[in-house]
């Protein structure tokens, strides 16, 4: 069975979602905050759910 394909968003948009630098996108990636999946060799995306996940447990504190 194939999976469903994730929503993702690529780095510039996360940046402006989020108010926040590249490096803090790639830093929370390496902190498991965000995950990145490669799309080809040279591009990239975050998942749309783990930026919600994100939001969320930003809320909730």
Known sequence: M???TP???RIPAVMAQLSV???TIYR???DGKLRLVKIGA???GITAESI???LNATHSN
Do not use: D, G, T, W
Request: overall charge positive.
């Open 7 to 9: 929503k993702l968003y």
């Open 21 to 23: 630098s590249r490096a």
């Open 2 to 4: 194939n999976e469903p």
């Open 28 to 30: 929370m990636v390496a």
């Open 52 to 54: 919600e996940k994100l």
């Open 42 to 44: 040279r591009s990239s």
